[in-house]
């Protein structure tokens, strides 16, 4: 993945757990991409992120709390099921991650772990996880709380973020109505859209195209 990156693409979507772990990810990609003869500003990372908040951290706990009060374990782990094509029916939920003895989808649990390997961590932990955030991690906090976890992805060389819901619109809603005021003011968010297409919006004005030296470039009639 890291290397196609390197080499072809110009916006790259992330799953991680941890600022930590997006730097390593995207440092290492960046380095690839100047040794391939690209500029490694052209490269855009997008992280998923699934923000809970509220107007004071007690009310965004609150919100996180009844979510997780409506997870079920047999549910989460039916949903990892469809995902990842193994059945977990014979997976005891206090049982750590480490115990399952298979080859299959181990990047999952490694992807979910990765950054806090000190922790034992069980299949409930990552029902739980799963039913809130999916395969994206959870920010929870009070609107500036977010802002400065965001600010924190950013500094890791996060570019933007690909926000998921808890509840739709609610989720976005509140981001909307807290979060975003805050990030406008510390210049970290656009208060208007540039004009033209979306490479235009996400590289400024005169960039519609790719350009040379990305190799879509010769296929452009």
């Given at each position: 993945?890291?290397?196609?990156?390197?080499?072809?693409?110009?916006?790259?979507?992330?799953?991680?757990?941890?600022?930590?772990?997006?730097?390593?990810?995207?440092?290492?990609?960046?380095?690839?991409?100047?040794?391939?003869?690209?500029?490694?500003?052209?490269?855009?990372?997008?992280?998923?992120?699934?923000?809970?908040?509220?107007?004071t951290e007690a009310e965004a706990q609150?919100?996180?709390?009844?979510?997780?009060?409506?997870?079920?374990?047999?549910?989460?782990?039916?949903?990892?099921?469809?995902?990842?094509?193994?059945?977990?029916?014979?997976?005891?939920?206090?049982?750590?991650?480490?115990?399952?003895?298979?080859?299959?989808?181990?990047?999952?649990?490694?992807?979910?772990?990765?950054?806090?390997?000190?922790?034992?961590?069980?299949?409930?932990?990552?029902?739980?996880?799963?039913?809130?955030?999916?395969?994206?991690?959870?920010?929870?906090?009070?609107?500036?709380?977010?802002?400065?976890?965001?600010?924190?992805?950013?500094?890791?060389?996060?570019?933007?973020?690909?926000?998921?819901?808890?509840?739709?619109?609610?989720?976005?809603?509140?981001?909307?109505?807290?979060?975003?005021?805050?990030?406008?003011?510390?210049?970290?968010?656009?208060?208007?859209?540039?004009?033209?297409?979306?490479?235009?919006?996400?590289?400024?004005?005169?960039?519609?195209?790719?350009?040379?030296?990305?190799?879509?470039?010769?296929?452009?009639?």
């Open positions: 993945g890291q290397q196609f990156a390197a080499k072809h693409a110009e916006c790259v979507f992330l799953t991680v757990p941890t600022p930590d772990v997006a730097t390593q990810y995207t440092s290492v990609t960046r380095k690839q991409v100047q040794q391939n003869g690209r500029n490694p500003d052209e490269l855009l990372f997008f992280t998923a992120l699934k923000v809970i908040t509220g107007g609150k919100k996180y709390d009844e979510y997780l009060e409506q997870v079920t374990y047999d549910g989460a782990m039916a949903l990892l099921g469809g995902w990842t094509g193994y059945d977990f029916g014979n997976v005891e939920p206090d049982q750590p991650l480490s115990s399952l003895e298979t080859n299959d989808v181990t990047s999952f649990w490694r992807s979910f772990m990765r950054g806090n390997e000190e922790q034992s961590y069980t299949f409930r932990d990552l029902a739980s996880y799963i039913g809130i955030g999916g395969a994206q991690p959870v920010v929870m906090g009070a609107p500036e709380q977010i802002a400065d976890e965001l600010q924190k992805w950013t500094q890791a060389g996060v570019d933007g973020f690909n926000l998921a819901y808890a509840v739709t619109p609610g989720s976005f809603a509140d981001f909307i109505d807290g979060v975003v005021p805050i990030l406008q003011q510390r210049g970290l968010m656009q208060t208007d859209y540039q004009e033209g297409t979306l490479r235009e919006k996400l590289y400024g004005a005169g960039r519609a195209r790719l350009n040379v030296p990305h190799p879509a470039t010769q296929y452009r009639r």
